[in-house]
């Protein structure tokens, strides 16, 4: 399996980018499919999973201003970001995964990321 992050940029504090990732080896929707963020000095945090049947969650830093989906026509999941802050600065991964009860695992394989950089 291989995921490809893009669309990541430089934006003003209050605007918007839309992230995408193509997954290469597999289908997008037999998983649980997330996104995380890692920022300088910090631990990589999830931030939204999308199930197969289309159920979505979102951390309560992004909730409201992250919106996870998957399009299947083209084997991706997209986060669109709005209302965006200078802390939503950081390196934004895609993963495949699981749930296990209320628990989600992410896979052990990271593909490369792409850079967030908001400015104030």
């Known amino acids: 399996v291989q995921l490809q992050a893009s669309g990541g940029g430089l934006v003003q504090a209050g605007g918007s980018l839309r992230l995408s990732c193509v997954a290469s080896?597999?289908?997008?929707?037999?998983?649980?499919m997330s996104w995380h963020r890692q920022a300088p000095g910090k631990q990589r945090e999830l931030l939204a999973t999308?199930?197969?049947?289309?159920?979505?969650e979102y951390v309560d830093s992004v909730k409201g201003r992250f919106t996870i989906s998957i399009d299947n026509a083209k084997n991706t999941v997209c986060l669109q970001m709005d209302s965006l802050k200078p802390d939503d600065t950081a390196v934004y991964y895609c993963n495949t995964g699981e749930y296990r009860g209320i628990y989600y695992y992410p896979s052990r394989s990271w593909g490369q990321g792409t850079q967030v950089t908001v400015s104030s």
């Open positions: 080896g597999t289908t997008v929707s037999s998983y649980a």
């Open positions: 999308i199930r197969s049947g289309g159920r979505t």
